[in-house]
């Protein structure tokens, strides 16, 4: 196995607020890391560092070998091989399920549009959404929103994928469905660095669980060991109030 | 297009005025039902009394025969209507070709004016500029200062009056409408640029098929009044010798001291707006409509 990314040192601040003190973590290829961690903790920000959504003040974030924080690279090429898929979905509204998916393939690739709706095509029966190719985004559920959302950033072909909290907006009957989808992807051997409070489902796909606190990655392991035997106290304070709260 | 308030709270109080001016003149739903048909009975024979009550009281009024007569000149109206609706022809002229230049140019002011980061200050800082000084300018000062002015600056410069009327209508209503565009821009959220530039398309491509086409159809409805407005501001080149129907009515009125002719101008300004207006509420109403369908999901 070889190395997907690799952070050191990363550091990130809005204003005052210090989100991110120091993050070091190695993902490996086909690996799947869930980031769990209490709201605030910054396990979004991380992702949008990854993506270069937000610029870091420190530290590095190399891409396949590619310090991808250095100045002057290409952004644009860059996000080409990370997808990241948002919480609130983002779907543009003023299209079609199918413009949504195939608009990036066409105009950052290049695939004409013949290609790029094959391409689209084949994405939305594996997922189920066949169907729903000439809907506009807001006559869909939350979870097929969600789904496309996922399909347009695997139109793309990205090596890696980063979800935030994909399924923290939906009603728990549609929670499942999005889950799926995951599942089939790291089946496949996606590489994946996901935000999640869905302990169960971290439990089941995670190749590592890291517990992020304050900034800082306070733990890292394998799910079963993470989940039944934390050595450190916040890990333990933090599983038991998700325990007590019923989502584990 | 005030200070004050977020540009998405302007949008949605533009939209949400003109909603309610549509609702309140059709006195709001329920027609249709059997209560509704008998409201509109009810509209119907009050519409009628009230009316005739004031025909009554308007035509019985003291000196009545005198703004009868200066006014309302049926031997006036149809001599000089004519001659006034085809220099109204100047008026549209103006308008549309105007209108064409204003929606181009107050597209590429706005998204001047909403390039992010330090470098593009000075290109920021000249946007803001031009916008704070042609919407604190009257409209008529300008006609005129350009109207008069430019010509005399050499042989070079164009003379026509109808050429520097079309350029002053343009710098102004150009400061107008890219604020009314900067509030369609800002009023897209973040979060949609956010989602493009993820996708890997470029600042631009993401404005071009992500931000704009939204920010866009937001703002129609406030666009159409800036147009409207635009329309009845022709009237202004009036005062730089343009013959268009405010000055052919003068013309006409000079001749016999009759002020019939300014009536029949104001009709057909008003002819030409009305369906406009009409045409914004319905737009407005279908946009509120999608966005419930939208909503009840």
């Known amino acids: 196995m070889s190395e997907a ?113 094959d391409r689209a095509d084949q994405l939305l029966d594996r997922f189920g959404l066949v169907d729903k190719a000439d809907e506009y985004p807001d006559r869909l559920s939350g979870g097929q929103q969600q789904r496309v959302a996922i399909v347009r950033a695997l139109a793309m072909q990205p090596d890696i994928m980063l979800l935030d909290e994909v399924t923290s907006a939906l009603d728990p009957e549609l929670v499942a469905e999005v889950l799926d989808v995951i599942r089939e992807l790291a089946t496949g051997g996606m590489t994946m660095l996901i935000a999640t409070h869905e302990m169960g489902f971290a439990r089941d796909i995670a190749s590592r669980v890291c517990f992020l606190d304050e900034g800082v990655i306070l733990e890292q392991g394998a799910p079963l060991q993470m989940f039944s035997d934390p050595k450190e106290e916040r890990t333990k304070r933090f599983l038991q109030r998700i325990i007590a709260a019923g989502r584990m | 297009m005030s200070v004050g308030g977020s540009p998405d709270d302007e949008v949605d109080r533009l939209l949400e005025e003109a909603g309610s001016r549509r609702s309140r003149i059709l006195g709001g739903p329920g027609r249709g039902r059997p209560e509704g048909r008998r409201a509109v009975w009810i509209a119907v024979v009050s519409t009628v009394v009230f009316f005739t009550v004031l025909a009554v009281a308007i035509i019985n009024a003291p000196g009545w025969l005198e703004v009868k007569e200066a006014f309302f000149n049926g031997e006036q109206f149809k001599e ?131 931000i704009l086409p939204q920010a866009i159809r937001r703002v129609i409805p406030p666009l159409l009044n800036d147009f409207i407005g635009l329309q009845k501001d022709t009237a202004l080149v009036a005062s730089i010798g343009v013959v268009e129907a405010f000055r052919q009515a003068q013309i006409e009125s000079s001749a016999t001291f009759n002020f019939t002719p300014f009536l029949a101008t104001a009709m057909l300004f008003v002819l030409v707006t009305i369906p406009l207006a009409r045409f914004t509420d319905w737009l407005i109403a279908r946009d509120r409509r999608r966005r419930q369908a939208g909503s009840t999901r």
């Not at chain 1, 070091?24 to 270069?52: F, M, P, Y």
């Not at chain 2, 000062?141 to 026509?160: N, R």
Request: aromatic share 10%; with cysteine; hydrophobic share 50%.
């Open chain 1, 5 to 117: 990314i690799r952070l050191e040192g990363v550091r990130k601040s809005f204003d005052k607020l210090e989100v991110l003190r120091g993050i070091d973590l190695i993902v490996e290829e086909h690996e799947v890391i869930c980031l769990i961690g209490a709201s605030g903790s910054g396990k979004s920000t991380l992702l949008r560092c990854v993506n270069l959504l937000e610029p870091i003040d420190a530290g590095q974030i190399v891409v396949a070998g590619v310090d991808i924080t250095a100045p002057g690279v290409d952004v644009n090429a860059i996000r080409t091989r990370i997808g990241i898929v948002f919480q609130s979905y983002n779907l543009f509204p003023h299209m079609t399920v199918m413009r949504n998916i195939t608009l990036a393939p066409t105009k950052v690739l290049d695939l004409s549009i013949e290609d790029a709706k």
């Open chain 2, 80 to 210: 000089s209507f004519p001659s006034i609706a085809r220099a109204f022809l100047v008026n549209v002229k103006l308008f549309l070709i105007a209108e064409v230049f204003i929606l181009v140019l107050a597209m590429f002011l706005a998204v001047m004016r909403s390039l992010p980061g330090p470098v593009f200050f000075p290109i920021r800082a000249l946007a803001v500029g031009y916008i704070d000084l042609f919407r604190g300018i009257p409209t008529v000062l300008v006609i005129y200062t350009l109207g008069f002015g430019a010509p005399a600056l050499g042989e070079s410069v164009p003379k026509s009056p109808f050429f520097w009327a079309v350029v002053s209508l343009v710098l102004v209503y150009t400061a107008y409408v890219a604020e009314v565009y900067r509030a369609g821009i800002e009023s897209v959220h973040e979060s949609q640029s956010a989602a493009a530039r993820s996708l890997g398309l470029s600042r631009w491509e993401s404005l071009r098929f992500v």
